[in-house]
Each structure stands twice: as structure tokens, then as C-alpha cells.
């Protein structure tokens, strides 16, 4: 939930936001904002949503919506404010599918889209129009072909440029004829470190893993790394708490390979200073919640024993719990966004693990936060296999003990109750099972 709101803070700060459901279009003469008219059919009842990215396409945020009222109607999304220039995420309320949309200051684009499925949206706009057919198009070189000659026609768009550049870096393999410190050092070429819109690219996540990932990931490797990317930057650049936080996430993942001195190396050498402490308070003090958990149960520990109670109000210990081959405990808030859209996709990858490979994986759900939703989270999220407990009334120890301030939290444990991961990763689980 911290980190939703901390994102909408973020976003509040970038530009505010308007709806309207319209059938008369009036054109804007300002150059600040946007104008999106969208011609629909059959879609009476249906909610069309804008959002936009942070980082990844699975984190997409929703910023605007209109609920077409009738079978034949013109809906739009209206913005007055001052935007950064970047793609956004046009889908259908409770459907998968999306389209993709580059969106420009003083901007007035036509849509029409006649199903519910938002892959169908069409246009007349020529950048829009060649961008959602380029959406279609299955990964391959052809692809990565197609979107240079689009960005090649089209160089003035800012958004384009970069969302090109991460796009055909993310995968991009180190040649023969060059060391990994040059190749890595090289993908940052053309880049403007500074630019707004990277943090709400939706591959920049992609970029920056590929870059880190071009040496052997050790101490050194990582902290050279770091230097090239926030040489320069400071608590008042525009992107650095948007690295920093990609930078103790990405971490996370590879604790396996003890890499803890590059998460206190980050902290001193970039966090710890006197413009974070005084302008970027709230951001130093969760960096530094964040440094001590690599300090504090790192992997190799074992989870110290606890009391909770469970669902229906009966004791429970630690130590009753049933260490299988891998075991999941889990940390959430019923009113963290993050939590809602992370936790059903996780719970249904388990299930698919566990029939997969014929074993039982211990879980263990902990509520993070008031127990009003509890039994309704639970009974909406596939959690009434799992061990459900939360903290007994006035215990606020249970927590600290277990470093669990955040939603959502995991700890990956090993039949010994020894943590091996402390964060979810489906692939690492599978591995472990298949072990």
C-alpha cells in the first residue's frame, strides 16, 4: 500500500487528470495536455480505462475511465495539465486485453474500437496507427525491424525514442568482440538518464536488468554498475529514487549470491547524504528500512519462532508449521493495490506448480493490516488452503522480529525453515521443486 501511494504522490506531481463522457467534440487550442475521442459501438455498460506504466508492463496504473452509456457513443479522456510525454495503456474494465498509445502535448487523437476487445482499437493518427499495428506483430528481429523504421520515421517523438531504445537493448547479448564493462557501459548510450519519462516506461524494468546483467552478478560487478547509472544524480534528480528502489528490488533477487555489501555500498555512497536526509525524508528513512533487511533474517537465517492467531481465533505457532521440500510465506494488506492484483496471479502459479510437479509447497499467509476484509481476501484469492494467522491484539514485536513492513513480503523457505529467497520469484520456486 506504501509503495501505491508513494507512486500516486509521484504521479500527482507529474500532472493531474480530468474525465469526461462527451458526444460533442470541441478540438483544444492550448499546447498542454490532450484530447482522446474515442468512437465506440456495442460497448453500452463497458468501461473503457487510461492508465499509465511505472517501470513494467505488469504495473499499470490507472488514471482515467468512462463508462459508455449507450451502443453508439463518443467517449473521451480530457487533460488540461502540462503532461511528460510517454505511452499509455488503453484496455477494457475486467477484460486481458490493451492497446498501447503514444500521447504528446497538444494532442487531439481519434479511436474508434467496436468490440470489447481493446487489441481492435484503430486510428487515423499515423504515429498511433503504425504503433498499435507494430503492437500485433509477434516477437521476433522482424519486429525489432519494424519499430526502428517506425521510430526513424517519426524521430521528434520523444517517447518513441526511448521506449525504442530500451525495447531493442532488454535482450541485446554482449558480442565476442567487446568485454562485458564496454558492452554494459554502451547500452547507456543515448540515454538521457534524466529524462522524466523512464520511470514510466513500460520496459524500463526490462533495460535496466539486461544492464546490470551484462557482467557476472557478484559485489563489484553490481556496484560498477551502479556507479555508471546514478553517476551524477543526486536525492533531487528527477529519476534517483525510481533507480535506487529498481536497484534494492532488483537486489533482492539475487541475495542467493550474497551481494549484500552492494546494498549497504548503494545506501552510503548515494542515500546516505545530507540532501536525502533533509529534502527526501520519507525516502531515505524506507531505503534505509530496506538496507536492514539485508542485514536483519538475510538468506541462510532461519525464521525465528512466533504466536499469531488464525482466522477462526485459535493459537498458532511457528513451529506447527508443516516444512515441505519449499515453503511461502507471505505478507499482505487486503487494501494494498499491489497485494490485490499480485496476490490471485500467485496463488494460481502455486496451484499450477503443485500439479506440475506432483509435490506440496507449505504456505503460510500473514494479514499485514486491519482483519475487516480478512475472511472476504482470503475467500476471493484462492488463500483458504494456505495457513491463514495474523498478529494477536497489541503485538507489534511479532513484526519487527520478522522484518514486515512491507505488502506484499515474501520469505522462500527451504524443509529446514531456512530462508533461500525473500522475495517471490515463480521460476526460483519451480527449480527448487524440481530440484
Known amino acids: 500500500m506504501k509503495k501505491f501511494v508513494f507512486f500516486l504522490t509521484i504521479l500527482t506531481s507529474i500532472f493531474l487528470f480530468s474525465q469526461n463522457s462527451v458526444t460533442k467534440i470541441v478540438p483544444s487550442t492550448k499546447s498542454d495536455g490532450y484530447i482522446i475521442n474515442i ?60 492497446s498501447d498509445i503514444l500521447l504528446s502535448n497538444g494532442n487531439v487523437l481519434n479511436f474508434a474500437l467496436n468490440t470489447d476487445n481493446a487489441n481492435e482499437l484503430t486510428t487515423n493518427d499515423a504515429l498511433n496507427k503504425s504503433f498499435l499495428e507494430y503492437q500485433k506483430m509477434p516477437a521476433s528481429e522482424q519486429k525489432n525491424t519494424a519499430l526502428k523504421t517506425l521510430q526513424a520515421k517519426f524521430p521528434q517523438n520523444e517517447a518513441l525514442k526511448i521506449f525504442t531504445l530500451f525495447e531493442l537493448r532488454k535482450t541485446l ?55 555508471l547509472l546514478l553517476n ?63 542485514t536483519k533474517l538475510p538468506v541462510g537465517a532461519v525464521l525465528p519462532e512466533f504466536e499469531m492467531k488464525k482466522i477462526n481465533g485459535e493459537t498458532y505457532r511457528f513451529s506447527d508449521f508443516k516444512n515441505e521440500k519449499v515453503n511461502i510465506v507471505m505478507f499482505y494488506d487486503p487494501l494494498c493495490e499491489h497485494c490485490q492484483t499480485e496476490v490471485p496471479k500467485l496463488t494460481k502459479e502455486i496451484e499450477e506448480l503443485e500439479k506440475e510437479t506432483n509435490q506440496k509447497i507449505g504456505k503460510l499467509a500473514i494479514l499485514n493490516g486491519s482483519s475487516t476484509l480478512w475472511k472476504d481476501f482470503v475467500d476471493k484469492n484462492n488463500l483458504k488452503d494456505w495457513v491463514n494467522v495474523t498478529y ?25 525453515g531456512k530462508i533461500i529467497l525473500k522475495t517471490y520469484g515463480y521460476s526460483f520456486v519451480r527449480s527448487q521443486l524440481l530440484k
Not at 52 to 72: C, E, F, L, M
Not at 201 to 213: D, G, K, R
Not at 265 to 291: A, D, G, H, R
Open 39 to 98: 468512437k465506440t459501438q456495442n460497448l453500452a455498460g463497458k468501461t473503457i480505462k487510461l492508465s499509465i506504466y511505472s517501470g513494467s508492463y505488469k504495473q499499470a496504473y490507472r488514471i482515467d475511465s468512462v463508462k459508455v452509456k449507450t451502443n453508439s457513443e463518443t467517449i473521451s479522456f480530457k487533460q488540461k495539465q502540462k503532461i511528460i510525454p510517454v505511452i499509455y495503456q488503453m484496455a477494457i474494465s475486467g477484460k486481458p486485453a490493451k
Open 392 to 416: 494477536k491484539e497489541g503485538d507489534t514485536k511479532t513484526q519487527e522480529n520478522l522484518d514486515a513492513f512491507a505488502n506484499p513480503k515474501f520469505y522462500i523457505l527451504d524443509k529446514n
Open 173 to 227: 547479448k554482449k558480442p565476442n568482440n567487446i568485454d562485458g564493462a564496454t558492452f554494459r557501459k554502451s547500452l547507456l548510450n543515448g540515454v538521457n538518464l534524466n529524462d522524466k519519462a523512464i520511470q514510466l516506461m513500460p520496459n524500463a524494468y526490462a533495460f535496466l536488468n539486461n544492464f546490470f546483467s551484462a557482467l557476472p552478478i557478484d559485489n563489484e560487478n553490481y556496484k560498477s554498475g551502479v556507479d
Open 232 to 294: 551524477k544524480q543526486n536525492c533531487e534528480s528527477p529519476n534517483f529514487k525510481f533507480y535506487v528502489e529498481w536497484i534494492f528490488k532488483n537486489l533482492e533477487l539475487h541475495q542467493t549470491q550474497n551481494i549484500n555489501d552492494t546494498a549497504q555500498y548503494v545506501f552510503n555512497q548515494y542515500v546516505n547524504t545530507k540532501s536525502c536526509v533533509e529534502l527526501q525524508n520519507s525516502f531515505y528513512n524506507s531505503t534505509f528500512k530496506k538496507l536492514s533487511s539485508f
